[in-house]
C-alpha cells in the first residue's frame, strides 16, 4: 500500500494529558489510578514473571541477606560501645589493670565492614538480576502488544483517540517496568527491614519496643488526614495541568490563526488564568503534603526523647546496657522509614496493576476475523472486482449498505459519488477489508477476499488520499515507503511520473531533504505530489484516489491531476469524488445515498436522466455561478 490510513500519523503522538500517565507523582496525597479488578490483574501480571521463578527467588534470598546483614550492624556497633563505655568507667574508678578493650572494638569494626561490603554486594547483585527480569517481562509483554495492535480491525482504532492508545503502548507499560524493577526490590527490602527491626528491638527491650510501636497509630492518623486534605488540591493541580498542556498545544498549533485574528492578548490572559490556577493548587497541594515530613519526624522524636527517658532508668537499673540504647535508637529510626516506603509502594502498586488492566483490557480486543487456513495468494492480480449482494452495518441491524452489486473489469474507472454519509469510504474500507461484510462476497479476480491473505490483499491496492500521510524522514524514504527494496533510479523515475522531480531538486537537500514530523516544511500540493510517486512505485493493481486537488492551487492541481491520470492507466481505479466536474471521463459512477446505490451509469447516461446525480451536478455548477 502506497497510502495507508493516517491513524498512523505523527498526529498520534499528541495528546498526553497531565503528567503523562499514571505511573507519575506518586506520593502523598497524589491521586491514585484504580483497578476495577485488581485481584484478577494482579494475577495476570504475576503470570508473566513465571518463566523467571528462579532468578526471583534469587532476589528474594538476596533482599533478605543484604537487609539482615544492614539490620546486625546497630547491635554489634551498641556492643562495641558498651565495651569502650566499660572500659572507660573502670578506668575512671581507678580498677588496677584497667583498659579499654580495642582488640574486641577493632574485631566488631572489621565485621561490621564485612557485613556491609557483603551487603552491598547482594544489594547490586539483586538490582542487576531484577532489572534483567524486569526489562525482559516488559519486552515480552510490548512485544505481544505490538503483535495484537497489528491484529486489531479498523473499528478499534475508529473507536479510540491516538493519545489513549499511545498512552496505555507507552505510559502504562513505562509504568509496570518501573515498578517491577524497582518498587518490588524496595517492598521486599522494606517488609524484611521491618521485621528485622521490631525483632532486633525485642531482644534489646520488649518495653521500648512498645513504646516505639505506640507512635505508629500517631504517625498513620497524621498522614493520612494531611493526605485527605492534600487530595483535592492535587486534584486541582492535574486538572489545570491539563487545562494548560491542552492551551499550549491549541495556541502553538493554530499559531497562524492566533496571529491572523490578533487573539495574542487574549490568548496570552487565558494562559495567565489557568497558569495562576495552577499555581494556586500546586502550592496548596506541595505545602499540605510538604507536612507531612515535619509532623512525622515530630511524632518520632516524641518517641526518641521516650525511648532515651525510659532507656536510661532501664541503664540504671541494670537491666539494659548503655550501647544497646544506642542500638535501639538507631532501629527507632529505621523503624518508620520501611513503613512510609510501603505505603508509597502499596500506592504505586496499586496505580501498576490499573496500568497493567489498562494493557491487558487491549490484549482482550477481538481481533481481525482469523485468515483461512489454506488463504491464496494472488501473484499477478488483474484487477477485476466484483461486490455480489454485499450488505454491511456498523452496528447489527442497521444496514448502512444493501445488497450491494458491482462489477468492476480490469482498467475501468469507478467513480464513487454522494452526499457526506453516503457510504464512500465504508465501500473502500470493505474493498480492502479493514471491515467484515455481513452477507455477501467481494472477489479480487473471481477470489473471495475472504479467501486471500490480507497483506497479498491489501498490497494490490494503491491510496491517494485528501489527508497525505508523510513520516518523519527524507523525501527519498518516503516514496521508497512504496515499495521495499527500491532502487534510487526506479525512485526518480516514480517522482519524474508524478511530476515532483523538479520541486524536490529545487529544494536545498533535494532527495536528501528532511521532511519533518507534520511535513509541513513543503505545501499541501508537494506532499500530494510525493504520495502519487509513492503510488507510482508501487505499481498497485488497483488504485483508491480520493480526490487530491480539494486544497491546493490551480497550477498544482493541473500537475496533481495529470500525474493521477498517468497513474490510472490501465489500473483498475476507484474515485471518490467530491467535484464532480474530474470523473467526466470515468468509466462507470456509482451515486450512493444512505449506503445504497441509487444510480449507476456513465457521466452522460446519468445526465440525461435526471435523477440524484442530476441534481448533484447541477447543484455544483449553480453554486460557482453564485459565486
Known amino acids: 500500500m502506497s497510502e495507508q490510513s493516517n491513524r498512523n500519523s505523527p498526529q498520534m503522538r499528541k495528546g498526553f494529558g497531565p503528567g503523562r500517565g499514571p505511573g507519575h507523582g506518586h506520593g502523598f496525597g497524589m491521586p491514585v489510578q484504580k483497578a476495577k479488578d485488581f485481584k484478577g490483574t494482579f494475577k495476570r501480571l504475576i503470570a508473566y514473571l513465571k518463566p523467571h521463578r528462579a532468578r526471583l527467588v534469587s532476589v528474594f534470598l538476596m533482599a533478605i541477606l543484604s537487609t539482615v546483614f544492614m539490620i546486625i550492624g546497630p547491635k554489634l556497633m551498641g556492643n562495641a560501645t558498651t565495651k569502650l563505655f566499660e572500659g572507660m568507667m573502670m578506668k575512671i574508678k581507678g580498677v588496677p589493670g584497667a583498659k579499654v578493650d580495642f582488640d574486641y572494638i577493632l574485631h566488631i569494626l572489621l565485621v561490621l565492614a564485612g557485613l556491609y561490603i557483603f551487603s552491598s554486594i547482594f544489594s547490586y547483585v539483586q538490582q542487576y538480576v531484577m532489572a534483567g527480569v524486569a526489562q525482559k517481562t516488559v519486552y515480552d509483554l510490548r512485544k505481544e502488544v505490538n503483535g495484537k495492535l497489528s491484529k486489531l480491525p479498523l473499528k478499534f482504532f475508529d473507536s479510540k483517540t491516538h493519545g489513549e492508545i499511545l498512552s496505555r503502548v507507552v505510559n502504562d507499560m513505562d509504568n509496570i517496568s518501573n515498578t517491577l524493577q524497582q518498587s518490588l526490590t524496595q517492598l521486599i527490602t522494606s517488609i524484611v527491614t521491618l521485621i528485622g527491626v521490631i525483632v532486633m528491638m525485642l531482644t534489646i527491650s520488649p518495653l521500648m519496643t512498645l513504646i516505639v510501636i505506640i507512635t505508629l497509630p500517631l504517625s498513620i492518623f497524621a498522614t493520612a488526614g ?11 493541580q492535574q486538572k489545570a ?68 527517658v525510659v532507656g536510661g532508668i532501664l541503664v540504671t537499673k541494670r537491666a539494659i546496657k548503655i550501647g544497646d540504647i544506642q542500638a535501639f535508637i538507631q532501629y527507632a529510626r529505621q523503624f518508620s522509614q520501611p513503613i512510609t516506603q510501603t505505603a508509597q509502594i502499596a500506592n504505586i502498586i496499586q496505580s501498576t496493576i490499573a496500568s497493567a488492566e489498562r494493557v491487558f483490557e487491549l490484549l ?31 452496528k447489527e441491524n442497521e444496514a448502512v449498505i444493501k445488497g450491494m452489486n458491482i462489477d468492476v473489469k480490469k482498467g475501468q474507472t469507478i467513480a464513487i459519488v454522494g452526499p457526506t454519509g453516503a457510504g464512500k469510504t465504508t465501500l473502500i474500507n470493505l474493498l480492502m477489508r479493514f471491515y467484515e461484510i455481513n452477507k455477501g462476497k467481494i472477489t479480487i479476480d473471481g477470489v473471495d477476499i475472504t479467501k486471500l ?48 522531480d523538479h520541486f524536490i531538486r529545487t529544494l536545498p537537500d533535494g532527495y536528501d531533504t528532511i521532511l519533518n514530523e507534520e511535513a509541513s516544511n513543503i505545501s499541501q500540493g508537494q506532499k500530494q505530489l510525493l504520495t502519487i510517486a509513492r503510488a507510482i512505485l508501487a505499481d498497485p493493481a488497483i488504485l483508491i484516489l480520493d480526490e487530491a486537488t480539494s486544497s491546493v492551487d490551480t497550477r498544482t492541481e493541473v500537475l496533481i491531476q495529470q500525474a493521477m491520470n498517468d497513474l490510472m492507466q490501465d489500473r483498475t481505479s476507484f474515485v471518490i469524488a467530491h467535484r464532480l466536474s474530474t470523473i467526466r471521463d470515468a468509466d462507470l459512477i456509482l451515486v450512493m445515498n444512505h449506503g445504497d446505490v441509487v444510480e449507476k451509469g456513465n457521466h452522460e447516461e446519468l445526465l440525461a436522466r435526471g435523477g440524484f446525480y442530476a441534481d448533484l451536478y447541477n447543484s455544483q455548477f449553480s453554486q460557482k455561478e453564485v459565486m
Open 453 to 500: 491473505k490480507r497483506g497479498n490483499l491489501r498490497s494490490m491496492f494503491g491510496m491517494v488520499l485528501q489527508d497525505t500521510w508523510l513520516f518523519n524522514g527524507t523525501i527519498k524514504e518516503n516514496i521508497a515507503y512504496g515499495r521495499e527494496n527500491a532502487t534510487e533510479e526506479e525512485i526518480f523515475r516514480a517522482a519524474k511520473a508524478a511530476r515532483a
Open 226 to 236: 494531611i493526605a485527605k486534605r492534600s487530595q483535592k488540591f492535587f486534584k486541582g
Open 364 to 394: 482482550d480486543e477481538e481481533e481481525e476475523v482469523p485468515e483461512a487456513k489454506d488463504a491464496k495468494i494472488i501473484e499477478f492480480p488483474k484487477g477485476d472486482v466484483a461486490f455480489e449482494n454485499v450488505v454491511f452495518g456498523y
Open 241 to 308: 495541568l491539563g487545562e494548560l498542556n491542552g492551551h499550549v498545544e491549541e495556541m502553538y498549533t493554530g499559531h497562524q490563526i492566533v496571529k491572523a485574528f490578533g487573539k495574542e492578548e487574549k490568548s496570552i490572559k487565558d494562559f495567565n488564568t489557568i497558569n495562576d490556577r495552577l499555581y494556586e493548587s500546586g502550592m496548596k497541594a506541595q505545602f499540605i503534603s510538604g507536612m507531612i515530613m515535619p509532623l512525622m519526624a515530630f511524632i518520632n522524636n516524641i518517641g526518641y526523647v521516650l525511648v532515651s
